[in-house]
Every structure is written in C-alpha cells, then in structure tokens.
C-alpha cells in the first residue's frame, strides 16, 4: 500500500507532511505536493500531518480521486524530492475548502 496526494492539496500546498516522512517520498511541483508510491513505506506519519486531509491511503482513495494514484506516481519521477518544511503560498488558506481544483495544477 501507498499513501496518495489528492485534489486538496492543489493551491494550498502545506508541507507539513514531509518534515515526518522518514524515506522523503515527496516531489515538490509549482502549486502541488505528490507521493512516489515506490518510496512510500506505508508508514502513516505524513496522513494526519495534512491540514487539508489530502493525504489518503490508495485502498481508501474515494472513486473521483483514484486518478490521483496514477498522477503521483507520473509527477513524482518529474518533480525534485522535498524534504523541509515551506512556508505554504500567501493564498493556501483561500484553497483550503474548494473543490474540483484539478484544473489549477501546474506542472512545472
């Protein structure tokens, strides 16, 4: 099993979850964070580190964001490793509750 980055995440981009990552498993893009489902050790310390709640485990991926399993996989061999806490953008709290944000994402 792997954890997965979903639509939440889009704009908001808190980077809390990969000061606790202990392989850093995440990819850093322009607006949005993602999982490498090959680093992931299913050890569940980034999922309740996520103000947003975007982090999920990809059995419990809900039907309208299983497609995000396969877009973490494709942008974490794109995107550099991120491994230090940022600052979220000045807007993040603005993004925080919108959905169907899959159109924002910038990839790169």
Same mark, same amino acid.
């Given at each position: 099993?792997?954890?997965?980055v979903t639509e939440s995440c889009?704009?908001?981009?808190?980077?809390?979850?990969?000061?606790?990552?202990?392989?850093?498993?995440?990819?850093?893009?322009?607006?949005?964070?993602?999982?490498?489902? &090959?680093?992931?050790?299913?050890c569940t310390l980034c999922e /309740?580190?996520?103000? *947003?709640?975007?982090?999920? +485990? @990809? =059995?419990?991926?809900?039907?309208?964001?299983?497609?995000?399993? &396969?877009?973490?996989?494709?942008?974490?061999?794109?995107? /550099?490793?991120?491994? *230090?806490?940022?600052?979220? +953008? @000045? =807007?993040a709290a603005e993004w925080d509750?919108?959905?169907?944000?899959?159109?924002?994402?910038?990839?790169?």
């Amino acid at each position: 099993m792997t954890f997965v980055v979903t639509e939440s995440c889009i704009k908001c981009k808190y980077t809390d979850c990969v000061e606790v990552c202990p392989v850093d498993c995440f990819h850093e893009g322009p607006n949005f964070l993602v999982i490498d489902p &090959e680093e992931c050790i299913d050890c569940t310390l980034c999922e /309740p580190e996520c103000p *947003v709640e975007a982090i999920v +485990p @990809d =059995d419990d991926l809900p039907a309208d964001q299983a497609h995000f399993l &396969e877009l973490n996989t494709e942008l974490s061999r794109l995107w /550099p490793v991120i491994t *230090v806490r940022k600052d979220p +953008p @000045d =807007d993040a709290a603005e993004w925080d509750n919108v959905k169907d944000k899959l159109q924002y994402l910038e990839r790169s």
